[in-house]
């Protein structure tokens, strides 16, 4: 008996000593999104912030100018035009896109039951952004597009769309809201499967309104998913570029010039790299001063769940 608990203390013992290498398996199983996070993400993040301190035209070795291209992009009248364009789209993409989305969310939740018809809503989202605009450019064109056909049947009559000063961006709006509406709604519906039936039974016990419930339950409980949905969509809204590049080229007469196609005329038409990474910096930080606003504003480390 002495022998075999010897036995066992020994191996224990040896056990313990063996190194538990269980860690590494974790580490593993992310190593390929941290060398494409380092790749793709963070060291041309790094090379940009670079770049942005230089005069490079990408043909001549770049040139150091310390602070010159921020204080170029200050004051430069066509940055803040194109940032007050960008923001003239935020306020039409947003609030917009995500009032649509939460309440398509609640009627999926009290009145679609079939994965069919939800998987559907996913379906613009998984489409190219380029393929949408072109789609969207040829329904919307003034003379042979589809939506026009129809128009010219109504008392509405022809719009010239993205050819108008006035109409192109919320157009643009109107084309990203119909893309990314039915991922957000998703999203919005994920958080109300997370909220407990039970909660909604006691409100009907004591009558509330559906009006009622939706503002004192349903909103407050879905802040995380809200919080999550707002912070995205507008880091994406600042960050448009395809849908202007594919049908206004910043036009008419830079009506939808953004701030992210400035930036790349900058680097690529007018080879104007250091400035154009400048820009870019700028806007990142711009988006961070956004973003800690919004998280602080919007209570995100706090749940109404607790």
């Known amino acids: 008996m002495t022998v075999q608990t010897e036995s066992l203390s020994l191996a224990a013992t040896r056990r313990a000593r063996k190194p538990d290498l269980s860690w590494m398996v974790g580490y593993l199983f992310i190593l390929p999104a941290i060398v494409g996070f380092v790749v793709f993400y963070l060291y041309p993040a790094l090379r940009g912030f670079q770049i942005s301190f230089t005069d490079w035209n ?113 157009t643009i709006a109107f084309v990203n809201i119909w893309k990314y509406m039915g991922f957000n709604a998703l999203l919005f519906y994920a958080g109300l499967q997370a909220i407990p039936r039970t909660v909604y039974e006691a409100a009907y016990i004591d009558g509330a309104s559906e009006g009622r419930i939706f503002r004192s339950i349903t909103l407050p409980l879905l802040r995380p998913v809200t919080v999550f949905v707002l912070v995205t969509s507008i880091i994406g809204s600042f960050q448009i570029f395809d849908t202007v590049a594919v049908t206004t080229q910043g036009g008419p007469v830079d009506s939808t010039n953004v701030l992210v196609y400035y930036i790349y005329q900058n680097a690529f038409s007018f080879f104007k790299m250091g400035y154009a990474t400048a820009m870019s910096m700028l806007l990142f930080a711009l988006l961070v001063v956004f973003t800690l606003v919004q998280l602080r504003l919007l209570r995100a480390n706090e749940s109404d769940l607790d």
């Open 58 to 170: 990408l043909l001549n070795p770049p040139k150091n100018v310390g602070l010159g291209n921020y204080d170029a992009a200050i004051h430069d009248p066509k940055f803040w035009s194109a940032l007050a364009i960008t923001l003239k789209y935020v306020v039409w993409n947003i609030p917009i896109q995500t009032l649509l989305s939460m309440l398509l969310a609640v009627a999926m939740d009290r009145l679609v039951k079939s994965m069919f018809v939800k998987g559907l809503l996913i379906l613009p989202y998984l489409l190219s952004s380029v393929l949408v605009s072109l789609i969207f450019l040829w329904m919307l064109d003034p003379q042979l597009g589809v939506i026009n056909q129809w128009l010219s049947h109504t008392f509405i009559g022809r719009q010239a769309f993205f050819n108008d000063t006035e109409q192109a961006i919320p």
